[in-house]
């Protein structure tokens, strides 16, 4: 996809990515490498995180992939000493990896319930307070950005685990958009709508019957393509949203919207067919 940024928006920056050998993150990673930033990204598993490198480098950015379980604390800790060792000061997070799978809720175990949590929640508290710690003792500033979703603010069923960890992401975006703003340190979030990422509709869509009734839920009939939230992204990391802070930016081709209004069903039905029934209940 072509964009008009300058192709040095995000030169001098150093962006670590976490979960970016795939999906939304690995797109991200490509392009921030792409308009100029030397980028880390992390991972459980090295492959993904190995090719997403390579792909970089053949492009002639900068990258490097630190394996690293964001669930642990320590783990985050040496990742951020190894990242700066590889790539000098981290200027700029994006907290990417995420867990989630459908599930009834009754039947979530506490070990269920704990790998989406320590992912979502504790995963992002962790990268974001090694960063701030960072920022804060160098007087530098800094940009936090999180990957949040539009049922953080609405809930969902079947997905209370995500549910709650991306609404406690939001809840700390806003609270630290607050306390860190006046130190030059900024945070904001991404609320996505459908995104078709392997990750994602792996867990998430259990049927072709079933993707195409998601489809149809936004209004502008398509789902997102991970080159759209990466250029998003970019604005959000660089100068250009210097002013931007505490925000959750909805990026779902108005699905969240839609859902929410009572009558927007018929948005699902053949305009020509909603007229005809409209005229119909008009008074003589
Ligand atoms: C168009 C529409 C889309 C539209 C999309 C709309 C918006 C969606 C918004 C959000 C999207 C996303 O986040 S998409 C991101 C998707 N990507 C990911 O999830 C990547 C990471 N995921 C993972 O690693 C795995 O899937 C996950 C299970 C979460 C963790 O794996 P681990 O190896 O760490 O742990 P495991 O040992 O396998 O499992 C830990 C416990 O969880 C339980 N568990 C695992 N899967 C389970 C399941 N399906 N139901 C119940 N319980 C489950 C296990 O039984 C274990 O409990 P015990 O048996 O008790 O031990
Ligand atoms: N796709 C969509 O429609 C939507 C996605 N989102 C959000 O977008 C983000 C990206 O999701 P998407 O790209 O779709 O899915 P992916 O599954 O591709 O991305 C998740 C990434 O997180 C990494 N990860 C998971 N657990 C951990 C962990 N404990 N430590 C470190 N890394 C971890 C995974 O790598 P590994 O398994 O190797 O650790 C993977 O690279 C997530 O925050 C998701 O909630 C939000 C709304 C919609």
Redesign the pocket.
């Known amino acids: 996809m072509s964009d008009s940024f300058a192709p040095d928006l995000l030169a001098d920056q150093h962006i670590v990515v976490t979960?970016g050998g795939?999906?939304l993150g690995r797109a991200m990673a490509l392009r921030f490498a792409d308009l100029g930033a030397a980028v880390t990204i992390n991972g459980?598993r090295p492959d993904p995180l190995a090719e997403t490198v390579r792909d970089i480098e053949a492009a002639g950015g900068a990258a490097e992939g630190i394996q690293c379980n964001v669930?642990d604390y320590e783990a985050v800790q040496a990742f951020f000493e190894e990242a700066e060792d590889r790539q000098g000061p981290v200027t700029r997070l994006v907290n990417n990896?995420?867990?989630?799978?459908?599930?009834p809720t009754e039947?979530?175990?506490?070990?269920?319930?704990?790998?989406?949590v320590q992912?979502?929640l504790y995963g992002s508290f962790y990268c974001t307070q090694a960063c701030g710690q960072r920022w804060l003792e160098r007087d530098a500033e800094g940009v936090v950005l999180s990957i949040a979703?539009?049922?953080a603010e609405t809930g969902?069923a079947y997905?209370v685990p995500?549910a709650m960890s991306?609404a406690g992401i939001v809840a700390m975006t806003r609270s630290l958009a607050a306390e860190w703003g006046s130190e030059g340190i900024r945070l904001n979030a991404v609320a996505?709508?459908?995104?078709?990422?392997e990750?994602?509709?792996?867990?998430?869509?259990p049927d072709d019957d079933?993707?195409q009734k998601?489809?149809e839920r936004v209004p502008v009939r398509r789902?997102g393509e991970p080159e759209e939230l990466a250029t998003l992204a970019s604005f959000l990391l660089s100068d250009l949203s210097a002013f931007m802070n505490g925000e959750v930016v909805t990026f779902d081709g108005g699905e969240a919207l839609a859902a929410g209004g009572q009558f927007n069903t018929f948005t699902r039905m053949p305009r020509r067919q909603v007229k005809a029934l409209m005229e119909q209940m008009r008074p003589e």
């Open positions: 979960g795939t999906g459980r669930r990896a995420a867990a989630n799978f459908l599930a039947d979530i175990s506490p070990n269920g319930f704990d790998a989406i992912t979502n979703t539009t049922y969902s997905v995500s991306k996505p709508g459908p995104f078709p990422t990750g994602a509709w792996d867990r998430l869509v079933l993707e998601m489809r789902f």
